[in-house]
């Protein structure tokens, strides 16, 4: 069996980390017996506008239509921006042209010394934020405005089937773990978050073997901080789940350990949740762990038995390495280099 996969190393320290991630699948690749990875990288991002006028060429788009996966590394600059202002997000764009609905954002504590919480162990966080991807308040982020005016809106859109499908994506995936969703909406202030939650109580009903709980995403916040370890899946909509991602990585070490997946019914896209860091590119100092680990979720979204033993493979070396405070880049007060760091990966496969 051979895997298609498109690779966007993309803009800042996309490249650095793209390459030890793939590194470390070729490394696996040879591991397993009857899969293989076809790679094909195109150029994407900030860079690519500069050069052709569009961030998500229409030969890279296709490419990610006809793979099995896309592999993605950062996209953007701060300094490339549309003629309004607005910076190029053309990562967004891809979850919306392929309908990738469910952002997938797992969250696992390595070692005790990346969290600033105290009194929590290796494997003692551990949980897994679904967001929905295609709508919510960034379903307005199109929309023209005049910068004249004395007013700009966005609205906040919930549809009933993106709310029923990302439900019932967090209801599945429960089901490999704990056995327990939590919803994080605002339905104490907006009608359109009261929605969402109806949506979700008639979806629980079809996972009675489900626990649920629904909590204010303000509140969230809060027992993020105060409780992690209660927490198994939690979903929500489009923008909390873009701040409250951002939160939970700070608790197990910050971005760079904040692998994640943007999946649909055909399509999937597997990337670091760190944007470009274009201060550190070239550096050698960025941190490859979360791309090593979206490695991990792509071979596992490809549900084979021999993807299935790599992701293992990557989840348990990445452990091991982990399990030595020495061996960190310098986001994690270390001084191994982003090759030094997807060395020791590959050797403790």
Not at 23 to 30: M, N
Not at 47 to 66: I, M, V, Y
Not at 146 to 162: A, F, H, Q
């Amino acid at each position: 069996m051979t895997y298609r996969i498109a690779v966007l190393p993309g803009d800042g320290i996309g490249p650095e980390v793209m390459a030890e991630a793939v590194r470390v699948l070729r490394a696996v690749e040879s591991r397993l017996e009857t899969v293989r990875f076809e790679l094909q990288e195109h150029s994407v991002g900030a860079d690519e506008f500069l050069r052709s006028g569009d961030p998500l060429p229409p030969l890279a788009l296709d490419a990610c239509r006809q793979a099995d996966a896309i592999l993605l590394g950062a996209m953007g600059l701060p300094h490339v921006r549309w003629p309004n202002g607005k910076e190029l997000t053309p990562q967004i764009d891809l979850r919306e042209i392929l309908d990738l609905y469910a952002g997938v954002r797992p969250v696992r504590l390595y070692h005790e010394h990346d969290s600033p919480l105290k009194g929590y162990v290796a494997g003692e966080i551990d949980f897994v934020i679904v967001r929905e991807s295609t709508e919510g308040l960034f379903s307005a982020r199109l929309s023209q405005f005049d910068p004249s005016s004395g007013e700009v809106r966005d609205v906040m859109r919930i549809t009933r089937r993106g709310a029923e499908r990302v439900c019932r994506f967090a209801f599945e995936l429960a089901r490999t773990r704990r056995r327990n969703v939590t919803l994080v909406d605002k339905a104490n202030v907006l009608p359109s978050m009261v929605f969402f939650r109806q949506v979700f109580q008639d979806v629980a009903q079809d996972y009675a073997d489900v626990t649920t709980e629904c909590i204010y995403v303000d509140a969230a916040a809060l027992y993020l901080v105060q409780r992690p370890h209660t927490f198994d899946v939690l979903v929500t909509e489009n923008m909390f789940g873009d701040i409250l991602s951002d939160l939970a990585a700070g608790l197990v070490g910050g971005m760079g350990m904040a692998p994640s997946a943007d999946i649909g019914e055909k399509h999937a896209v597997f990337q670091p949740c760190h944007g470009t860091a274009p201060d550190i590119a070239g550096l050698g100092r960025a941190n490859p762990v979360a791309t090593i680990l979206s490695v991990a979720l792509m071979l596992e979204h490809f549900r084979h038995a021999e993807t299935d033993r790599g992701a293992a493979m990557i989840r348990h070396a990445v452990a091991r390495v982990l399990s030595d405070p020495e061996n960190r880049t310098p986001d994690l007060r270390g001084t191994l280099t982003t090759r030094e760091l997807g060395d020791r990966v590959i050797d403790a496969l």
